[in-house]
């Protein structure tokens, strides 16, 4: 029996993206054959697993999960909207969340060695990917846990936000909703990332120099632009989206209701999709049937 190291079963995780556990299997059944090791997933798991894992899973959904005080945000992703509307997509995907929320998996790598049934998360989602022979991942997720209350809001299925609140449920309800519309970066002006606040300020400078005002005009010009921005992008100081004439801050305080912290993922965010030149692509296949018939 041959030995079967790490860097083999690594090895054929790469070409196949079958779960580690089943790469192990494979290897040991085909005696160290990699050839044929792959040959068993495939007959195992599916002949597409392996080729849908390169490409890019720009779509997908978002699912929440709430139980007492416990709760999850997840965002699994797919290549097409049409799967994101897949019965067995969409299973697995509120299988996962609600894994999330009860099992504390510390990163993506970990729920997917959570069990699922009689098998892993990360069987059950190259199984998947040979079903339905689309590229399936979940991306990210956010746990809260031991909260006062939990409230979500789904836009569809491409937005999904978790609010953590003290007070009114259906005050927490609107401002989960007002987060989707209207996407704060951050709970406060003083938990804006001093990243955002660095890039702002920059392009504020350089438009303010542009003004040909004296420095001392410059720099009042760039930090009330720096504070507009602040207000902009901080929930508590934005015009509540039901009532613009207060903001969400005073809508709040209002209802009793204090908002603790939030969590919004947008499907695909960050993700560069791809491109597909439809009308090239038939002109394509048109010049190679013409070159075929010809």
Partial sequence: MAAI?????????????????????????????????EEILRVKLGSKAGKAASRVTAEGIVASFINGTNGALL??????????????????????????????P??????LALPMGDSSVDTVR??????????IMPRRFKRFADSSKLVSYLHGTRIGVMVEFEGDETAAKDVAMHIAAMKPVALSTADVPAESIAIERSVAVQKAAESGKPPEIVEKMVE????KYL???SLLNQSFVKNDKQTVEQMLKAANTTIKGFTMFVVGEGIEKRQ???????????AAASKVSA
């Fill in 276 to 286: 597909d030149d439809f009308a090239a692509e038939v002109a394509a296949q048109v």
């Fill in 75 to 104: 965002e699994v992703n797919c290549e097409t909207d049409f799967v994101s509307k897949n019965d067995d997509f969409l299973a697995f995907t509120n299988e996962c969340v609600k894994l999330v929320a009860e099992k504390n």
């Fill in 224 to 227: 009330g632009s720096i504070q």
């Fill in 5 to 37: 190291s790490a860097a083999m079963v690594g090895e054929l995780r790469a070409k196949t993206d079958a779960p580690m556990m089943e790469c192990k299997k494979a290897l040991t059944e085909a005696d160290g054959d990699m050839a044929r090791a």
């Fill in 231 to 233: 207000k902009e992008v």
């Fill in 106 to 111: 510390a990163d993506v790598a970990a729920l």
């Fill in 126 to 135: 190259s199984a998947l990917i040979g079903k339905i022979g689309e590229n």
